[in-house]
């Protein structure tokens, strides 16, 4: 017997521009980020601008991290080596899990586009308070590569063997069986 084929489940997603120059008018980042997950299927749920303030950045992703109406938050900017990159030192000493996975897929694909310049970028992943969150470089070009090469697939239920929207109603069990505390 056939197995019926999944159903698409729209996810509802967060963007988050870390930045000390962009508005919302010329982040094309962040625009890039919800064109595509609009384009797919999903849900953009907000969409801000932070300065590159390791506070800020903790308390945005952490504040969306524990509304209900949001599943999984991207954040674009701020994973460089300059002073002022500061958002994987904001948010992965936050994470309950590290998504080391992640960053090693982005650097294979950002590998074949931009060969060794991969190197000086700290993108990353992790889980906050039973949310996805995913920490991008500031280019459009890194966002499509994310996006395209890792995302839009494994936020896609559909997406076989396996994604990341099938195990989202089990990234807390943790917490309810009396384990770790929440960010």
């Known amino acids: 017997m056939a197995k019926e084929p999944r159903l698409f489940v729209p996810v509802r997603i967060a963007v988050l521009t870390v930045s000390d120059s962009r508005t919302l008018a010329d982040d094309k980042s962040g625009q890039t980020l919800a064109d595509r997950i609009t384009a797919a ?5 907000a969409r801000d601008i932070v300065t590159d303030d390791k506070d800020k950045i903790r308390q945005c992703v952490t504040a969306w991290s524990l509304d209900p109406e949001i599943d999984v938050i991207i954040t674009t900017g701020g994973t460089g080596f300059t002073g002022r990159d500061v958002t994987p030192d904001a948010l992965e000493p936050i994470f ?5 996975g992640f960053s090693a897929v982005f650097h294979r694909i950002s590998y ?5 310049s991969t190197i000086q970028s700290r993108a990353t992943g992790g889980v906050l308070n039973a949310t996805f969150v995913f920490v991008l470089p500031g280019s459009p070009g890194a966002c499509r590569d994310a996006w395209d090469g890792i995302l839009k697939a494994q936020l896609d239920y559909r997406h076989m063997p396996c994604n990341f929207v099938e195990i989202m109603p089990r990234l807390d069990e943790h917490l309810r069986r009396g384990g770790a505390k929440p960010a």
């Open 41 to 45: 299927g999903h849900v953009l749920k």
């Open 96 to 100: 309950e899990k590290r998504m080391d």
């Open 112 to 116: 074949d586009k931009i060969g060794t």
